[in-house]
């Protein structure tokens, strides 16, 4: 049972344009999620996060928008760059827990 | 800083075989989490430290896999009667707190022959 599903295996976007990466829930416990980048080779880097109390949170070109009542969340990238090539898992988590359970993946393609 | 280190960063082994994956978390870190990459899917839960003791190992498949954390710092992933289903990446992350950032270590890829 996939409690975090990233329904597209993989976006491909021209550089200077919104990449769009969505993510769905299913567990209603689910309070605290986060977005994490991967590079082949390398562990996942995390890159931004949002509670459960709001509805987005911004850093830079990154932006997460929480929707509760539909259990979906995704992240805005603008303007996409080539650098911003990779995997992009959706995370979420119970703050009271210890787990913290992984979507599989969006590979992001930025064509220059 | 030094971030996460995990070695071997490759293991090949044979059915059957016993393997060792050791992180080293970043220093003065806590918490420490063990997690498994298979091929097209995200990480998956298998274990979380606080300190030296297992807070939550509900992750781990079966019997044939346990890690330890002696001293609260470096720990290690042991994986006996390997099978070949237990090929994957596996990811070990630390973190100053239970509720904080997670960073993660390149992985050590285990394939089973």
């Known amino acids: 049972d996939q409690q975090v599903k990233q329904n597209s295996p993989s976006l491909s976007v021209q550089e200077g344009r919104i990449s769009i990466l969505n993510c769905d829930y299913t567990n209603s416990m689910f309070d605290y999620f986060l977005w994490y980048k991967k590079y082949p080779a390398e562990g996942p880097t995390f890159l931004i996060s949002i509670s459960s109390i709001k509805d987005k949170n911004e850093d830079g070109r990154f932006t997460v928008f929480l929707n509760k009542s539909a259990k979906h969340l995704s992240l805005h990238i603008v303007p996409s760059q080539p650098g911003d090539s990779a995997v992009y898992f959706c995370a979420a988590k119970n703050t009271g827990g210890f787990k913290t359970i992984f979507g599989a993946g969006t590979r992001l393609f930025v064509k220059a | 800083g030094a971030g996460v280190s995990q070695t071997p960063s490759n293991k090949v082994t044979e059915k059957g075989k016993y393997v060792e994956l050791r992180c080293d978390p970043i220093?003065?870190?806590?918490?420490l989490y063990w997690y498994r990459q298979s091929l097209g899917q995200g990480p998956e839960f298998l274990i979380y430290f606080q300190g030296t003791g297992a807070a939550d190992d509900s992750g781990l498949p079966n019997d044939r896999f346990f890690a330890v954390r002696p001293e609260g710092s470096v720990s290690t992933l042991k994986i006996q009667r390997t099978e070949r289903g237990d090929s994957a990446v596996y990811l070990c992350?630390?973190?100053?707190?239970?509720?904080?950032?997670?960073?993660f270590g390149p992985g050590t890829r285990l394939l089973v022959l």
């Open positions: 220093s003065g870190h806590t918490a």
């Open positions: 992350a630390s973190s100053s707190g239970q509720q904080e950032t997670q960073y």
